[in-house]
């Protein structure tokens, strides 16, 4: 296994791990039972519409104010992880039907302009579109836009990172499931795990704090790994984010691979014995924790056994041109056709606006998530 001595310590204490918000504030367990989770998110809502100036066009009709937008650059990807597609592979679109650099750039202006205030840049792997710099480029310079994210797997990311960073991108994913080499060859059908780890290094040496690490636990593959991911944020600005593992079409999703968010902060509490809970945002997809003394913090993204679909901002615009509301949700609408077909942005507006009106005030329990016809999660956008 690769030891966390890969990563070099640059943390004294906690203090120098800023949180991305004021609430990163500690309580304890006692105050926040774990079966109240919705209802202590909610109780730090705020009133969306008090929020700053915003179109109705993000508004649903459950009162959810949608201003996170994750846009797919390309279905392409350099790994095969096994929870992402089938072992055959996927078909791709074809490069005539996939957004181009313009049509993405026109469409987040629409979003932005609307009220959109964080995109994040997903795939398959975002990296490998030729022309990211430029798109990040022209996306940061979107007036109202705050955040401009990425999700990537870090095989190409370390050295086109400082690129990406002078070109407006301020914060980074990368995934990583897995400390041992061969288990990553395994998952991901390819090698790479040691490129990972050096993404992780570069992101945290160019000053992205937190640099975030999305880890999907599955049973008896990476679920005795997760104290040694606890264990990397230690000395380094980097968050967990340990993810329940999802079902999409032909990732052999089954309920007994499945470690639940309760199971896994078990195991973490037995072993670390200062954890605590700290205070989420009302969007959050995560509930967020810290051991005392650590630099870094751990998240649970707990999608299949505790939803959290009461605070859900995020929209999802995919490469072909698609415009999904809800990742689990099998409901696409095109955006490419009508503005290749010369429909106006107020046209454009009003299409986007009915399909989040459209969207549900939940998702399905996980059980009919599974039985529900959705595409590959390539297809779809990390």
């Known amino acids: 296994m690769v030891s966390v001595r890969s990563l070099k310590p640059i943390c004294e204490s906690s203090s120098a791990f800023p949180s991305e918000s004021s609430n990163d504030q500690a309580i304890t367990s006692d105050s926040l039972?774990?079966?109240?989770?919705?209802?202590?998110?909610?109780?730090?809502?705020?009133?969306?519409?008090?929020?700053?100036?915003?179109?109705?066009?993000?508004?649903?009709?459950?009162?959810?104010?949608?201003?996170?937008?994750?846009?797919?650059?390309?279905?392409?990807?350099?790994?095969?992880?096994?929870?992402?597609?089938?072992?055959?592979?996927?078909?791709?679109?074809?490069?005539?039907?996939?957004?181009?650099?313009?049509?993405?750039?026109?469409?987040?202006?629409?979003?932005?302009?609307?009220?959109?205030?964080?995109?994040?840049?997903?795939?398959?792997?975002?990296?490998?579109?030729k022309d990211i710099e430029d798109i990040c480029l022209q996306l940061s310079n979107l007036k109202g836009l705050k955040t401009l994210a990425i999700t990537t797997n870090g095989i190409t990311l370390a050295r086109k990172l400082p690129k990406l960073k002078e070109c407006g991108l301020n914060a980074v994913n990368i995934s990583l499931d897995t400390l041992v080499p061969a288990k990553f060859e395994f998952m991901t059908r390819r090698k790479g795990h040691a490129k990972v780890m050096e993404s992780i290094n570069a992101a945290i040496d160019l000053g992205y704090n937190p640099v975030k690490v999305n880890c999907v636990v599955m049973r008896g593959f990476n679920d005795d790994e997760i104290c040694d991911f606890v264990e990397l944020t230690r000395e380094r600005p980097i968050n967990v984010r340990f993810i329940e593992f999802m079902p999409f079409d032909g990732n052999v999703w089954n309920v007994k691979k499945l470690v639940s968010y309760s199971e896994m902060l078990d195991k973490v509490e037995q072993q670390f014995k200062s954890l605590k809970r700290l205070r989420d945002h009302p969007t959050d997809t995560a509930k967020n924790f810290r051991v005392d003394g650590f630099c870094g913090t751990v998240s649970f993204i707990t999608s299949m056994t505790e939803h959290f679909c009461a605070g859900c901002n995020r929209l999802r615009l995919l490469a072909d041109g698609n415009f999904k509301v809800c990742l689990f949700g099998p409901s696409e609408v095109s955006l490419r056709d009508p503005l290749r077909s010369g429909v106006d942005d107020e046209g454009l507006k009003e299409i986007i606006g009915a399909a989040v009106k459209r969207k549900k005030a939940s998702h399905s329990g996980m059980f009919d998530i599974a039985k529900t016809a959705n595409r590959p999660m390539i297809h779809i956008g990390g």
């Open 33 to 129: 039972d774990r079966s109240e989770s919705k209802t202590y998110a909610n109780s730090f809502a705020e009133d969306p519409l008090k929020a700053s100036p915003v179109s109705d066009m993000l508004l649903d009709s459950f009162g959810r104010l949608h201003t996170y937008l994750r846009i797919s650059l390309t279905e392409r990807c350099n790994l095969r992880c096994q929870y992402c597609m089938p072992a055959e592979g996927v078909d791709l679109t074809s490069n005539p039907l996939l957004l181009s650099q313009n049509e993405i750039v026109r469409l987040a202006n629409l979003f932005v302009s609307s009220g959109v205030d964080k995109i994040r840049l997903t795939g398959g792997e975002p990296t490998i579109r």
